[in-house]
């Protein structure tokens, strides 16, 4: 009877080593694919862009896999600043400086062509404002590309100026920095159209 009752107590001791060994496997596996599924999605996460020709990684966020809407934000935060105007030196100074971080030397071309021209000298002359409603912009991601569209709205003591305005340009990421928060660099801007639409008398 003592081996028969010896044989059954190895035999439940076998059993419960088995069992726990079974458990402990399943935790372990279940442990590990957790660890490598999460992995996998962190990589998935991970993207390099360049700064100055050096790839740097980075991670994407919410933002970041919402791309299109920082790119149609900043197309319209670059046309705003741009172009929304008053008759002061020190406004005109600071708004054009803040949007030429947004933009890369096509936008400087642009804004010594008005300064050459006698834009801005004008509008103060006059005491005009200049205000800047979009309409509408386009976006073609795979190009990276957007066309804008609105309208430009100039004020002047006798007169109320309306005009046309679209342009064309490309989009391209960059480190984000307090000057430019939605890290993009617009790039090959040009204007497409900027015909007078109505001139009405005040």
Wanted: no cysteine; hydrophobic share 40%; glycine share 4%.
């Amino acid at each position: 009877m003592a081996l028969i009752k010896n044989i059954e107590e190895k035999i439940k001791i076998n059993r419960t080593v088995s069992i726990a060994s079974i458990v402990a496997a399943l935790i372990v596996s279940t442990g590990a694919f957790i660890t490598a599924y999460s992995m996998v999605r962190n990589a998935q996460k991970s993207i390099y862009i360049l700064d100055n020709g050096v790839p740097l990684l980075v991670k994407q966020t919410d933002e970041m896999l919402n791309r299109p809407v920082e790119y149609k934000s900043q197309v319209e935060l670059f046309h705003r600043m741009f172009f929304t105007l008053a008759p002061d030196d020190e406004f005109i100074r600071e708004n054009i400086e803040k949007s030429l971080y947004l933009i890369d030397d096509s936008g400087k071309k642009e804004y010594a062509n008005l300064r050459d021209r006698g834009f801005y000298n004008q509008l103060i002359a006059s005491s005009g404002m200049m205000t800047m409603h979009t309409d509408s912009i386009q976006l073609d991601m795979s190009k990276k590309f957007f066309r804008y569209f609105g309208r430009q709205v100039i004020i002047r003591k006798t007169s109320v100026i309306t005009r046309n305005l679209i342009t064309e340009g490309a989009l391209q990421d960059i480190i984000r920095s307090p000057k430019n928060p939605h890290g993009v660099l617009l790039t090959n801007w040009r204007i497409i159209d900027n015909t007078e639409i109505t001139n009405r008398e005040r």
